[in-house]
């Protein structure tokens, strides 16, 4: 069962601190709901876990990530993930291009795109739920991420994001995230109405 | 419902009467005794360790944490099972299984350890404490890709080789050809026919869904070496003897017991790889070791069925009277060949797809091929087969009609195998043994008022309202069947009856079938009672112990009243041969001068002269003339000249929300026939049951998988089961065509209404999109597929 997500998110922060959050494994991991970077094995490869509650599934992933390719001039890296639960049911990986460009007014937009496999229980069971979750995780690690690059600025501003970076929840937030699964589909059902 | 003359007072509660089930008082009360209420002393747990991908190398397996867990006994993988030879099975269908993962997994919930605890708690922990690395292979899960040439090898044991059990294999993941009929002088039909129609039709992987999951204990007693199983078996006796084969222990100490089941429907013929390991589990901790299914397990790896993917063509004349039929199926078996067909018929009996049909030429060419998906391919409420060829040809008649222009009921009727034709040989070589077809479509069409309907359709389609008339006809071939050419494993498809008769009167029948809610204790009793004269409720019916049943095939293919209850009626029939002889030497007659008057022989001439059976079994164990043995019992062996072929007219009417997509069935109207009618009230049950079943299939069942092989049908979140909400009134009715080979003329019925309900479901489906032009679409008919084809056609603006 694969998921694939493009995602743009603008940030009103220069493209190089954007760039240096993104390029550091152990912040950016902590931008993602419930990830932590467990350990460094070789000099871009890590270990690191992850835990998901899909529909009636909640799983634990423990596994590998490597970057397979950082360009400092574009801005630009890539990376795999791959792991598996730790009862043994469910496997996932995950392949990530993020890049930074520059926005409007001397601001910046993070670029992810991202194709996500599962197998095993969580796709036999959340199958019908997977894409909302997916798309919801990226959602809040966008916020989250936005939030880690703006608190390194200076101003109000930065002290508000520096703020919500403290009170990140950090486990996924069942409830908001499906709250925020409900508010995305009542979108794409009135969405869909006013284009036809 | 029961007609008067079915009414009648039957002083022993015979053939024809509408009796409540005798099994039913336990039933209702929760007192049924299923696998898993058995609780043997010192009675441990085994679960699996499933694959979480379709297909993959297996690098590792770690058992250590798991062995180190309170309470874990053992842990099995295939390493353990290899010294033993077990850690292959042979299936059915003449293909080998593995019993766990045996260095490489093949589809997704593939057994890969077995962990054997305390209990089941213990186990399920445990199953998550064993870690296991794999490597992932690309995976093929559409049978159509399955024989494309960079396809992946799924069974690598058989690479390389060109003879499968059924003749040749043409591509590594083939996995037999069958041929039915004359290709060449089809062929030179549809050449020159004045009309041709084709449709690639698909029957949707289905699963039969017992309500009891599959399970079993294994029990070794080291000290006798005797090995009793009790297990979910539709044919235990079948299962004793491959036991047997693969363990090496004599059949004699082999005890296999199915206690109540709780549903069968084709689910639990085969040997699964938990029976194995639970009995290899039993034979190394010498203690009883039970294995009991999670719905999950039971829906994503124990045997599915259907997976047809058939391309149908007919040719025709301008009135509509068939030529030729030609038919190719794809038929997917997942990973490992386990479908259960008699060992000759790899395709089971789909060469039935002529249907009610006196169709003159025909071809059917049948590809087996492997895919990464679960094994099986069983005959799921089904005669081996039926219901694919059933659906094919009801289908092909609709698109014939369609494109003719001549309405559904009208183009079967000028097809029809006529009364006169029967016993009818058809040119795929079925003798069909009795039929009155143009009556039984006569009867259904008034019964729903048919000109009536299309008349109302009309008027809808012109307000733009969506309804549908869904006609179908069928014929089964059931009771399975003739050892001149239906085995399993070698063994003919016979089934047996033993009847004692004790020396107050009442008496016990063993048979070799095993009932798993069909009502065996009460309709066997029925024909018994019949047969003897004993009142059925003093005629107590034994089934499923290996131990002290007569050896029989067990019970699926409706085969049970065609082949069991003839076994009872001619075991029965032998006991009064001999109780006719008591009786005679007890009145001083000649046997031929009695003559039989429902419970005693009278002699003829002389009416006041009698000896009831209660009398002649008193006598039967007293002191009797020379030449006269002591007892009242028999055993009958039956080996069925022919099959049965139950045949009935279906319709169906659906409203659909041209807004929504959602089917309503407004009306299902089921003609069977099903030959002698031996408990009514039973076959309207049978009848509701199938046709609920059938509206699963038709509106919302399907095993669905991604492209990665993730089964994403797994539970009842996502696999459709139809309840009391879902199901609308059904009608049944019936005409009675006794089979003339049966003792008493009965052909089975627990099938029809399944093969008959899918074609008059789906058929209504697309008859309310027939005026659009549409000639097909596939099953299952959910709301959104339907709502799709609304919108394709823009009917919903």
């Not at chain 1, 989250?144 to 703006?150: A, I």
């Not at chain 2, 080789?161 to 004359?182: L, P, S, Y």
């Not at chain 2, 479509?441 to 359709?457: P, S, T």
């Not at chain 2, 099938?751 to 309900?757: A, D, K, L, R």
Request: proline share 5%; net charge negative; aromatic share 8%.
């Amino acid at each position: 069962m694969k998921v694939k997500l493009e995602k743009k998110h603008a940030i009103d922060a220069p493209p190089a601190a954007a760039w240096s959050v993104l390029r550091d494994l152990n912040v950016l991991a902590e931008c993602m709901p419930g990830a932590s970077i467990t350990g460094q094995t070789g000099d871009n490869e890590y270990t690191g876990k992850v835990s998901v509650k899909v529909g009636p599934v909640q799983s634990v992933f423990g596994g590998t990530i490597q970057v397979t390719g950082i360009d400092e001039s574009n801005y630009t890296m890539k990376l795999d993930a791959k792991g598996k639960d730790q009862s043994g049911t469910s496997n996932a990986s995950m392949q990530l291009t993020a890049s930074v460009q520059a926005g409007e007014g001397g601001g910046c937009e993070l670029v992810g795109n991202s194709e996500i496999k599962v197998m095993g229980k969580m796709a036999n069971f959340g199958g019908r739920m997977i894409d909302g979750v997916a798309d919801q995780l990226i959602s809040q690690f966008l916020a989250n991420f936005s939030d880690r690059v703006l608190a390194a600025g200076e101003g109000e501003a930065a002290a508000e994001a520096a703020q919500r970076v403290a009170e990140q929840p950090k486990e996924l937030n069942a409830l908001a995230l499906l709250w925020g699964m409900i508010i995305g589909f009542l979108r794409r059902l009135f969405g869909s109405k006013e284009s036809s | 419902m029961a007609t008067p003359a079915e009414q009648v007072q039957d002083p022993v509660g015979g053939v024809g009467c509408s009796r409540k089930r005798k099994e039913d008082a336990r039933f209702i009360q929760g007192k049924g005794n299923y696998t898993d209420d058995l609780k043997l002393p010192g009675q441990v747990f085994g679960a699996f360790v499933r694959s979480p991908i379709a297909h993959g190398r297996v690098v590792s397996i770690n058992k250590e944490p798991a062995l180190a867990h309170p309470g874990v006994f053992a842990v099995l993988t295939a390493e353990d099972l290899k010294p033993l030879n077990l850690h292959w099975m042979p299936t059915l269908a003449g293909d080998t299984q593995m019993v766990l993962a045996d260095g490489k997994v093949c589809f997704q919930q593939q057994e890969v350890a077995f962990v054997i605890a305390e209990d089941r708690y213990v186990a399920a922990d445990a199953v998550e404490l064993v870690e296991v690395e794999y490597e992932e292979l690309p995976v093929i899960t559409d049978a159509r890709q399955a024989m494309s040439a960079d396809a992946p090898v799924i069974r690598e044991d058989l690479e390389g080789k060109t003879e499968g059990a059924h003749g040749e294999r043409v591509h590594h993941n083939h996995i037999f050809r069958w041929d039915v009929g004359d290709a060449a002088a089809t062929d030179k039909v549809f050449a020159s026919a004045p009309l041709t129609v084709s449709e690639d039709i698909s029957y949707q992987r289905v699963h039969p869904c017992p309500l009891e999951t599959c399970g079993c204990v294994s029990d070794f007693d080291k000290i006798k070496g005797e090995l009793t199983v009790y297990l979910t078996s539709q044919a235990p006796h079948v299962v004793r003897t491959v036991v047997s084969m693969l363990s090496g222990i004599p059949e004699s100490k082999v005890h296999v017991i199915a206690p109540d089941i709780g549903g069968g429907f084709g689910n639990k013929v085969g040997v699964y790889p938990g029976y194995v390991c639970a009995i290899v589990g039993s034979i190394v901790l010498g203690r009883p070791v039970k294995w009991i299914e999670t719905r999950v397990e039971n829906l994503a790896a124990t045997a599915f069925a259907r997976d047809y993917h058939m391309r149908g063509e007919l040719a025709a004349d301008e009135e509509g009277r068939v030529q030729a039929l030609r038919v190719h199926v794809l038929a997917d078996h997942g990973a490992f060949d386990a479908c259960a067909d008699p060992s000759k018929f790899p395709a089971g009996l789909f060469s039935i797809v002529t249907g009610s049909y006196d169709i003159p030429t025909a071809f059917a060419r049948v590809d087996g091929v492997y895919s990464n998906k679960a094994p099986g391919g069983v005959a799921y409420r089904c005669s081996f087969r039926v219901t694919e060829a059933s659906y094919l040809i009801e289908r092909m008649m609709d698109v014939l009609a369609q494109k003719l222009g001549i309405d559904p009921a009208e183009i079967r009727s000028r097809n029809f195998i006529r009364a006169e034709q029967f016993p009818y040989t058809s040119c795929l070589g079925w003798e069909y043994d009795s039929g009155d077809y143009h009556t039984a479509m006569q009867q259904a069409l008034e019964a729903v008022d048919y000109e009536g309907l299309r008349k109302e359709q009309a008027e809808k389609r012109a307000k733009g309202d969506l309804m549908g008339i869904g006609v179908a006809f069928f014929t089964e071939i059931v009771g399975a069947g003739p050892t001149k050419n239906c085995d399993i494993l070698g063994i003919g498809m016979v089934d047996s009856c033993e009847i004692r008769v004790h020396p107050t009167g009442s008496a016990i029948a063993r048979l070799g079938t095993k009932s798993q809610g069909q009502g065996h204790e009460t309709t066997y009793a029925q024909i018994i009672a019949t047969e003897l004269g004993i009142p059925s409720d003093d005629i107590q019916i034994e089934e499923g112990d290996t131990a002290t049943a007569p050896y029989g095939l067990g019970t699926y293919g409706s085969r049970s009243t065609p082949v069991g209850g003839a076994a009872a009626a001619r075991a029965a029939r032998k006991v009064k041969d001999k109780a006719r002889k008591i009786a005679a030497a007890m009145m001083e007659v000649s046997p031929a001068d009695l003559e039989w008057d429902v419970d005693r022989f009278v002699v003829k001439s002389l009416p006041d002269q009698s000896r009831t059976i209660k009398e002649i079994a008193l006598a039967a164990y007293q002191h009797l003339p020379e030449g006269l043995e002591q007892g009242l019992e028999a055993v009958e062996y039956y080996d069925p000249p022919n099959f049965t072929y139950p045949f009935g007219a279906y319709i169906c009417v659906v409203d659909i929300d041209r807004f929504t997509g959602e089917v309503k069935i407004r009306r299902f109207y089921a003609l069977d026939d099903c030959g002698t009618r031996i408990n009514p009230m039973i076959i309207e049950g049978q009848v509701h049951g199938g046709l609920t079943e059938s509206l699963g299939i038709a509106l919302g069942q399907e095993l669905a998988f991604d492209e990665d092989g993730n089964i994403l049908s797994a539970s009842f979140m996502d696999y459709f089961m139809p309840t009391a909400v879902e199901t609308p009134h059904w009608e049944t009715d019936f005409t009675v065509t006794p089979s003339p080979h049966h003792p008493i003329g009965a052909k089975g019925v627990g099938e029809s209404p399944n093969v008959g309900g899918v074609s008059a479901i789906s058929n209504a489906v697309i008859d309310a999109f027939a005026h659009q032009g549409v000639t097909h679409m596939q099953m299952p008919h959910t709301a959104y597929a339907v709502w799709k084809q609304i919108n394709a056609l823009g009917l919903n603006k």
